[in-house]
């Protein structure tokens, strides 16, 4: 898989941890993804999950989702991410500057284009209430950990941990998730280095 085509599925909106996991389990390698390019993929989802699919797909069997804005509805959208959680859960591999770098970039992307048709966008402290939360929209991105490898790996303690994001949506009023997706970060756990006896 190239990186063209792992930001392509990603951007379509595909949970990617199955073809991770089914991948590394026989054996084979992962997509070659760095922070950078699930930074990219938040991007491209949340635009798409938005504002709806840009072009219509030929080879599409289901008709794309309504997008989430709508003038009345959803107006404002607030993005919160855990940057302590990523830098916790990955040991480090993932910095919280980096995270916060990431939800700068990618509310300030987002703002520009929902701004041409009337909506807004803006970053929100994580953990932190949003005021005034009619017609908005929160989106967090919180880490959380799956295993890769075969049992026998597993058992051996051989296989890997992947770092994933978890984007949900949630209406900011009320609190009910409105979409929810987890997809590989790029960064996996250092596994903890064996103690050695006799």
């Not at 379509?12 to 390019?37: E, K, N, Q, R, Y």
């Not at 794309?64 to 859960?89: C, H, M, N, Q």
Request: hydrophobic share 35%; proline share 6%; aromatic share 4%.
């Amino acid at each position: 898989m190239t990186r063209r085509d792992f930001l392509r599925i990603a951007g379509a909106g595909a949970v990617l941890l199955a073809a991770v996991l089914s991948a590394t389990g026989c054996g084979g390698g992962l997509p070659d993804v760095s922070f950078d390019d699930a930074r990219e993929i938040t991007r491209q989802t949340l635009r798409e999950l938005l504002l709806g699919q840009r072009e219509e797909s030929a080879t599409r069997r289901t008709p794309p989702d309504p997008p989430l804005l709508r003038k009345g509805v959803y107006e404002t959208v607030l993005l919160s991410a855990d940057a302590a959680g990523f830098a916790r859960i990955s040991g480090g591999a993932i910095s919280a500057d980096a995270v916060r770098e990431a939800e700068r970039q990618i509310a300030g992307d987002l703002n520009k284009d929902l701004a041409k048709q009337g909506f807004s966008a803006r970053t929100l402290p994580f953990g932190q209430r949003p005021e005034g939360a009619a017609r908005t929209l929160l989106v967090t991105l919180t880490p959380t950990t799956e295993q890769g490898g075969s049992p026998r790996e597993r058992a051996e303690g051989k296989n890997k941990t992947f770092v994933l994001v978890r984007l949900t949506v949630t209406d900011a009023a009320g609190g009910a998730v409105v979409r929810q997706m987890e997809y590989y970060s790029g960064r996996d756990v250092k596994p903890a280095p064996r103690k050695s006896g006799r």
